[in-house]
């Protein structure tokens, strides 16, 4: 798969009573890793050890629409979990993420305290976005789709991702890292966050950009 093709991948909505669509938790491509500069021909069925989330070298950004000229830019801090990804077995596979509310970061004090209160997220009452997956199943070699439930201020909605397996190989330190990225695309008022959709100031739609790698247990 060429690099268009993964970065054109988007995520929609599945409806509960209708058709589950593609929410992207990624593209598709289970790359080559080395160390040193060294490759190293990995293929999806070394996808099937338990990783811990590495937070430390991990990204979760978020993105949303500004004044309907402009996106606006920022991050969460924080990210714990496991995962599993067996393409062989799929049925073996797994993950439950976890994102701190309170960890958000727009680069702005004031504006992160706006973010954290109930006007967004309400982090104190509603302290985490999870992720679980439910049911997997390979789209190709390197692709895995995941059916699952996402949790955002306490509103739990069904979702269908699929996962671009980046690879996994030894860690330069020890161990055995792996990693994958996705881009969730959401409606924020799916969850019950409100405000500045009906005024326009903000978008409804929101990416949230997902690069983790984790080392194996």
């Known amino acids: 798969m060429d690099d268009g093709n993964r970065k054109s991948k988007r995520a929609h909505w599945a409806p509960v009573a209708g058709t589950l669509a593609v929410l992207a938790f990624g593209g598709a491509a289970l790359s080559s890793i080395g160390v040193d500069g060294v490759s190293s021909e990995l293929s999806a069925s070394t996808a099937a050890g338990e ?5 430390g070298h991990s990204s979760v950004v978020f993105s949303v629409g500004y004044q309907n000229v402009a996106r606006f830019y920022g991050r969460f801090n924080e990210v714990s979990g496991t995962y599993r990804f067996d ?3 799929p049925a073996n596979s797994e993950i439950d993420i976890a994102i701190p509310t309170a960890s958000i970061d ?10 954290r209160g109930p006007d967004f997220f309400s982090a104190r009452e509603f302290p985490t976005i999870r992720f679980v997956g439910k049911e997997f199943s390979p789209v190709d070699d390197d692709t895995m789709r995941v059916a699952g439930d996402l949790t955002l201020r306490g509103v739990t909605r069904p979702v269908s991702v699929d996962v671009d397996w980046l690879g996994q190989g030894p ?3 020890s161990g055995t890292r792996s990693g994958f990225h ?10 019950g966050v409100m405000y500045g959709v009906d005024n326009g100031v903000l978008g409804d739609e929101t990416e949230i950009i997902i690069s983790l790698t984790g080392m194996m247990r």
């Open 106 to 115: 727009s680069n702005s004090e004031g504006r992160d305290n706006h973010l």
């Open 51 to 55: 990783f811990a989330v590495d937070a």
């Open 171 to 173: 860690d330069f330190r």
């Open 182 to 191: 996705t881009v969730l695309t959401i409606d924020r008022s799916d969850f």
């Open 87 to 89: 393409f062989e077995d």
